[in-house]
């Protein structure tokens, strides 16, 4: 009798260490109550619970993305390219008769009439735009056509030359190219062509993409803008594989698409897309999916941050809206059917986090499991003292 009142104490203490006891995190109860938080001001909202539906799944495929065309258009490059500063120019002059300032002397032995052209050293276009033509001067070619300049240089030479014809040729046109880089491709710094080019032909001209299309991204900067678009995105939308311009900025980053598999699931890790996109269905079964014993079917929960604008669609009336991104909590009831044809609906994105909160049962094994491990010590003893009486 006398282990009676010990047996009510290690029952009482057991069951007063509920709270303490260790758990994946959140129960469905804690995540639903903490999108509103009691204050002493009043009552505020840390993030909004949304219940998905198929209306919510649908404002969620008419979510803006980041879109290059949307940013910077699609305008064709000039039918034809100027010089600008930095290009490297070569002039050839070519004249009519021998013995002009161009052309070499007449050779009477072997009756030769001599060069009558000459190639100019290779030059640099400065910074004040000028190149120097010997018997012209500084010639002005900044923001000139090809042909614009080998007619002023032909007018310059006139009466000094022998009938001059002039040739302009930009051998290495800096001003006219674009910078790519990152760590998906080698750097380099490719000349536009006068058709224009596209971001994929820029990119093939540049070496092509050495890492998984469906983990690169495409970052473009131009000015003061800048717009970053899965490669994949480009490959498929022939609106998104713009026209480049000069100076632009094409920048390929290396970014896995992954998913975090919290709480109550088959796999709890990082786990990476594989793919274009995947669905919250390829996502559960990616973690293996709920453990049946442990998992709450009413406690799947996607955590995102979403834009604003998104926010508004779903919850017009929402508290959050002042800021740009808003953490959104999605729930999904695992125990209607009509969830299932959800999960395959929704789409997944980078970074999203996916949490199933134990179910209440598994928290009664647990101090059944507990009082267990605690009584077996006087459970023993009172065996023990039963066996001398």
């Known amino acids: 009798m006398r282990t009676l009142p010990i047996v009510l104490i290690t029952t009482l203490s057991v069951s007063g260490c509920g709270a303490f006891l260790p758990a994946a995190g959140p129960s469905t109860s804690a995540v639903v109550d903490g999108a509103d938080q009691a204050t002493s001001e009043g009552t505020f909202a840390r993030y909004e619970l949304i219940d998905m539906n198929s209306a919510v799944v649908e404002a969620l495929r008419g979510r803006s993305l980041d879109s290059l065309f949307a940013s910077f258009g699609d305008r064709r490059a000039p039918a034809e390219s100027v010089i600008g500063v930095g290009d490297a120019v070569s002039v050839s002059v070519f004249e009519a ?34 190149i120097s033509v010997p018997y012209a001067g500084r010639i002005q070619v900044a923001g000139r056509r090809t042909q614009d300049v080998q007619s002023l240089i032909e007018t310059e030479l006139a009466g000094k030359a022998i009938q001059p014809q002039v040739i302009v040729t930009v051998t290495r046109p800096v001003s006219q190219s674009v910078t790519v880089g990152g760590e998906s491709i080698g750097g380099a710094r490719v000349p536009l062509g006068t058709q224009g080019d596209r971001i994929l032909d820029v990119i093939a001209t540049a070496g092509g993409v050495k890492t998984p299309v469906n983990e690169t991204f495409v970052r473009l ?169």
């Open 97 to 130: 008769g021998s013995g002009g300032l161009f052309s070499g002397p007449l050779t009477v032995n072997s009756f030769s009439a001599g060069s009558k052209a000459a190639q100019l050293p290779e030059q640099i276009v400065s910074r004040d735009g000028a």
């Open 221 to 389: 900067s131009r000015g003061g803008t800048t717009a970053t678009v899965p490669l994949t995105t480009v490959v498929s939308n022939p609106k998104e594989n713009i026209y480049l311009r000069p100076n632009d900025n094409l920048t390929l980053v290396r970014d896995p698409q992954t998913f975090l598999a919290v709480g109550a699931l088959g796999q709890a890790t990082e786990i990476p897309f594989q793919a274009e996109g995947i669905t919250l269905a390829q996502a559960l079964a990616k973690a293996r999916g709920q453990r049946d014993a442990d998992a709450d079917p009413t406690g799947t929960f996607i955590f995102r941050f979403e834009p604003a604008a998104v926010v508004r669609r779903l919850k017009p009336g929402s508290p959050l809206l002042g800021t740009p991104l808003v953490p959104v909590v999605y729930r999904v009831d695992m125990r209607d059917p009509n969830s299932l044809f959800l999960t395959q609906a929704f789409r997944m994105r980078n970074r999203d986090m996916i949490y199933v909160s134990n179910a209440p049962f598994t928290e009664i094994k647990k101090v059944l499991s507990v009082f267990a491990a605690a009584s077996q010590p006087i459970t023993t003893g009172v065996r023990v003292g039963s066996a001398f009486d």
